[in-house]
């Protein structure tokens, strides 16, 4: 038996010239990455084929004898080419191997053995590409070699052959390779999960999960070792999200409660509440009350509030700033976006009225901000004259500092990453934690992505709204209906509306980077030219039917003056049509706004689809959301759109969004090199699994805080607070 362990580096047993191709493409440093590198999927070799008349393109696998091999240098790249001819007596075929000239040891002419692999031709003869193939003992003369032969060849053909995640440089054959050398070295491993949870949930041991998962024998075996890695990434996963619940509840020496005087009779949210023009709704004051309680606790608040484009969270935000104001703490608000940030700070500003901003003194800070702007809000924030904060990540910077932090507001949570949720965080003595979302997140996203927040979720939108339709605008499918896009925006603008375009690249050649969608390729001449912002303000003021209009161009590159000053032009009604990139997407109010046309609208994600609508509607007219689209029926990204005109229901479509492009993006888990943090386990088809995996972790942490029981997941846990790989899990 082996003395390796799943910590030992890759280097000293599968050596250096396969460990480090493999950390570059895949960031493995120990047998125990490489060995939780699954198979993506399971192949079979093919059934036994003659080499006369082969299928092309097709598996296959053959018994067969090496009639001669050569080596020859290839004239158009570097390297060596290795050709082996085989024969059953039927035919021949040619073996080709790239720069593997050890080859040469094993296929010797005379030898049989199995071979499989995928027909091709080259040069009017059939080949097999790098093929698998297992030799035979010298045995041949033996009598019935040919009928032992033939049966080993069967086995060797139905057993599940592993293909794994793979690069050019580190193909599948290669893994599989030093997969199997780390197996044959490793030690017997103390597996962390008690037995009683392996026995009640029928989870293999750890050892023989890792034999099975990548030799497996028959389907079964890999199959139930799966079944098996899967629950222990589910439980393991549940386990570190509680455990960080319980540290951050936990780690203040003093615990920071904000007694009920934020709420009393003239504290400033009394006062606000008093002069609001409308009655919340009831799931604003649902989720008021509970943020409120939760204020006045003696442990630090950290919620999720998930809600509807429109729904008013940042009202419910606002109202919760206002508690801990009263208490003479500062509460500060994170954007994603200057746009956004500076949104945010009108609305508030505009919410609270004279008094109101006289007495709390809402400040901006932005990287881009004048630095004698900058400098006085930083002044106020430290000496306490500021009780509130909007901000993009410069708020996160190492020179800001706050008198008295007591509430962090996070807003469009999946834009950030919970180290940057954390690092304005600590800003504060133990501040209260409120993060927000306009993207409906299904249960079991929310359940593994944010399992350190509790959720409260708004549904209901205020009164008065009156709606959006949605259309698909298939351009080349449907001219007409193109150009009668245009017809509608010039008949809302004479009647004194105002109009959003969406595209999802700046300029020619510049994609703007928060667009979410994957691009598709043309009609085989190289990608599509998306629209942009820049070709697409130049069209517009050229069509007649727009003349006189103000049309103007905004984007995330411009300064943030820039920026501010379109946006306050268009909020006070000088500007027609806006166009612009996803820097609308989220927070933008202006309640003249009647339509919104999105240009190449495949591009863009269907949360990011159902944000931009949201941006229209907000006012006395009903919303118009035109999706214009090149993709073709039945395309993954014809559905996304097809999806968004079909409801307006935000959670419906946060489920049809986690089908179509699984969890990768919702859970925003996107690590360097693009591989997700989950392995086997996938939200859209083990939502079942991931619950019980929680209730399981749950009731393990009330019976054994300490895990004290459990030592192997006590250790597993210690690591995982050390590294932060959990933290990296709400990165996006």
């Not at 079979?44 to 006369?52: A, H, Q, S």
């Not at 004698?372 to 020179?399: F, M, P, Q, Y």
């Not at 079909?646 to 179509?660: Q, S, V």
Request: with cysteine.
């Amino acid at each position: 038996m082996g003395s390796v362990t799943l910590d030992t580096p890759l280097g000293g047993v599968v050596g250096d010239r396969t460990a480090k191709p493999l950390d570059r493409a895949f960031g493995m440093r120990t047998v125990g990455d490489l060995l939780t590198h699954f198979p993506r999927r399971y192949s079979r070799r093919g059934e036994l084929t003659p080499l006369r008349g082969l299928p092309l393109g097709e598996q296959i696998t053959v018994v067969a004898q090496v009639l001669d091999v050569r080596e020859r240098r290839m004239q158009r790249r570097n390297g060596t080419l290795l050709e082996a001819r085989i024969t059953d007596g039927t035919g021949t075929l040619t073996l080709t191997f790239f720069n593997q000239q050890w080859r040469v040891r094993e296929l010797i002419a005379g030898r049989r053995g199995i071979f499989a692999g995928k027909v091709s031709e080259y040069r009017g003869q059939f080949q097999l590409q790098h093929p698998e193939y297992e030799l035979f003992d010298d045995r041949d003369a033996a009598p019935g070699a040919d009928r032992l032969d033939e049966a080993a060849a069967k086995a060797w053909a139905e057993t599940p052959v592993p293909i794994y995640p793979a690069t050019a440089q580190m193909p599948s054959w290669t893994i599989q390779r030093a997969v199997e050398l780390a197996l044959d070295a490793l030690a017997p491993l103390d597996d962390p999960l008690p037995r009683e949870l392996r026995d009640s949930e029928d989870v293999m041991e750890l050892s023989r999960a890792f034999e099975l998962i990548h030799r497996p024998q028959r389907d079964a075996d890999w199959r139930a070792a799966q079944h098996g890695m899967r629950f222990r990434e589910a439980f393991e996963l549940q386990l570190a999200l509680l455990d960080r619940r319980r540290r951050a509840g936990r780690e203040a020496s003093t615990p920071r409660p904000l007694p009920a005087a934020g709420q009393a009779t003239g504290s400033p949210l009394a006062r606000f509440d008093a002069r609001l023009p409308f009655e919340l709704t009831g799931d604003q004051r649902r989720a008021g009350d509970v943020i409120a309680a939760e204020l006045a606790e003696p442990h630090p608040m950290h919620r999720l509030l998930q809600g509807e484009v429109g729904s008013g969270k940042t009202l419910v935000a606002l109202r919760a700033m206002l508690q801990v104001a009263g208490t003479g703490g500062q509460s500060a608000l994170l954007a994603p976006t200057e746009v956004l940030a500076a949104q945010h700070l009108r609305s508030i500003t505009e919410a609270l009225g004279p008094e109101l901003t006289a007495e709390l003194n809402p400040v901006l800070l932005t990287g881009r901000m004048p630095a004698s702007e900058r400098k006085r809000a930083l002044l106020s924030l430290a000496a306490g004259t500021a009780r509130v904060a909007v901000g993009t990540h410069a708020l996160i910077s190492d020179n800001v500092t706050f008198f008295d932090l007591g509430l962090v507001v996070v807003d469009e949570q999946h834009r950030f990453g919970v180290e940057q949720r954390e690092a304005l965080r600590r800003k504060g003595t133990q501040p209260h934690v409120l993060a927000m979302t306009a993207t409906p997140i299904p249960r079991t996203v929310a359940l593994t992505a944010f399992g350190d927040l509790e959720v409260l979720t708004i549904r209901e939108l205020p009164r008065g709204r009156q709606g959006i339709e949605t259309f698909t605008v298939p351009e080349l499918e449907m001219p007409k209906r193109a150009a009668r896009v245009w017809a509608r925006t010039a008949e809302d603008l004479a009647a004194g509306r105002q109009v959003y375009v969406v595209c999802p690249a700046i300029a020619p050649g510049e994609v703007d980077p928060a667009v979410e969608g994957e691009a598709e390729a043309g009609d085989g001449q190289g990608p599509r030219p998306l629209a942009n912002v820049a070709d697409t303000v130049a069209e517009l003021r050229a069509r007649p039917e727009f003349a006189g209009a103000e049309i103007a161009g905004l984007d995330g590159g411009m300064a943030s003056p820039e920026k501010d000053r379109i946006m306050r032009a268009f909020a006070a009604g000088e500007i027609g049509i806006l166009v612009a990139t996803t820097v609308i997407e989220v927070g933008v109010n202006v309640p003249n706004a009647s339509i919104m046309i999105v240009r190449d609208a495949d591009r863009f994600g269907i949360s990011q689809l159902h944000q931009l609508r949201g941006r229209v509607g907000r006012g006395e007219h009903a919303g118009l959301c035109l999706l214009m689209t090149t993709a073709e029926q039945g395309s993954v990204a014809r559905e996304r759109v097809e999806a968004v005109a079909a409801t307006t229901d935000g959670f419906a479509l946060a489920e049809i969004d986690l089908e179509l492009r699984r969890e990768g993006d919702i859970l925003g888990t996107a690590q360097s090199g693009g591989r997700s943090t989950l392995k086997l386990l996938r939200v859209a088809e083990h939502g079942e699994l991931i619950v019980r995996a929680r209730e399981l972790a749950a009731g393990l942490l009330e019976r054994d805080p300490e895990l004290r029981s459990a030592p192997g997941l006590a250790a597993l846990l210690a690591r995982e607070r050390e590294s932060g790989h959990i933290d990296n899990l709400a990165k996006s």
